[in-house]
Nanobody
């Protein structure tokens, strides 16, 4: 059974940093695209940053480019999201997603499309 567990959310002030981590267990291999999505009440979930199975290709939403950095440790099926210069607009529930199929990329953003999902971790940025 695949499990996806996020950690690292919290409450910070604008301009501060947070680091989110996500670990996937129960996979047969470590070659799955992974990514971070976020959602606020009343809005659709949006892709924030994704990384392909090799770690060589990444995607960032325009709103986070230059502030967020995604990385992965394939040996541990873990990805991290370093979030700097946080803004109140970054406040959301952040979810980690793992593509179910290994070596599969459906679009140029490398984001999982048929995914295992974590429970989410809340990020709140106060002004």
């Amino acid at each position: 059974q695949v499990q996806v567990v996020e950690s690292g959310g919290g409450l910070v002030q604008a301009g501060e940093s947070l680091r989110l981590s996500c670990r996937a267990s129960g996979l047969n291999d470590d070659d799955h695209n992974m990514g971070w999505f976020r959602q606020v009440p009343g809005k659709e979930r949006e892709a924030v940053s994704c990384i392909n199975w090799s770690g060589h290709n990444t995607y960032y939403a325009d709103s986070v480019k230059g502030r967020f950095t995604i990385s992965r440790d394939n040996a541990k099926n873990t990805i991290s999201l370093q979030m700097n210069s946080l803004k109140p607009d970054d406040t959301a529930m952040y979810y980690c997603a793992v593509e179910k199929r290994s070596y599969y990329t459906s679009g140029r953003d490398y984001c999982p499309t048929d995914a295992y999902w974590g429970q989410g971790t809340q990020v709140t940025v106060s002004s």
